[in-house]
């Protein structure tokens, strides 16, 4: 995918299904497997789901005028009995605020610069996959996304993240070379500085 070509997709369906997906994944984690580890440095699956409800919730912030950096990257204080949950309502939450085509072309402000919404769907798109990705791996489950979604999120990031440099500002570890048959989710990790 050009760079033409990812700033004319209309990235909305691929992040409705990458959701849909991590939502399918969050529902299946017994809570017995909350202090698990994952590919994510430093996050257990805990704090991986509650990070999830953090970058939903700033993709939120951004559908609505609202800084995303202002909400928490992690959340905390959600008892494990509600971190599914908490995750399925804010998905629910988000879809609409992007329903508004307007939306794509209006400039807001995120992390990664400013940028036009639809490259704000794209980079929470990344996120989704990437971290689902990391659930899946951490417990047990398949972690491959739907392929055409992963294989738009990685030509897209190759262009917009590039190899290096990596950490400090950059919060991506070197990229990794992929296993032989790995899939374009795995592939999106590893690009992200993830291995299994």
């Known amino acids: 995918m ?15 299904d990458a959701l849909g997906w991590v939502r399918g994944l969050v529902d299946a984690v017994p809570t017995a497997r909350y202090d698990d580890p994952t590919p994510c440095t430093g996050f257990d699956v805990r704090t991986l789901m509650a990070h999830v409800v953090g970058i939903v919730g700033r993709a939120n912030a951004a559908g609505t005028g609202v800084l995303p950096m202002s909400r928490p990257a992690v959340v905390e204080g959600i008892a494990d009995a509600e971190l599914a949950a908490t995750i399925g309502l804010a998905i629910d939450g988000l ?6 085509d307007d939306m794509l072309d209006t400039l807001i402000e995120v992390p990664w610069g400013t940028v036009p919404g639809r490259g704000v769907v794209w980079g929470y798109l990344n996120e989704a996959l990437v971290h ?5 791996v951490a417990t047990g489950q398949d972690a491959e996304a739907d392929p055409a979604a992963a294989e738009a999120a990685l030509a897209a ?7 290096e440099p990596r950490g400090g500002p950059v919060p991506f570890g070197p990229v990794v070379e ?7 989710t795995e592939r999106l990790a590893n690009w992200a500085g993830r291995s299994r």
């Open 2 to 16: 050009t760079t033409s070509t990812a700033q004319q997709t209309d990235p909305r369906p691929l992040l409705r």
């Open 95 to 100: 879809t609409p605020l992007w329903e508004n």
């Open 132 to 136: 689902g990705w990391d659930l899946a």
């Open 157 to 163: 990031i190759v262009r917009f993240l590039p190899a």
């Open 178 to 184: 992929p296993a032989a048959g790995a899939g374009p």
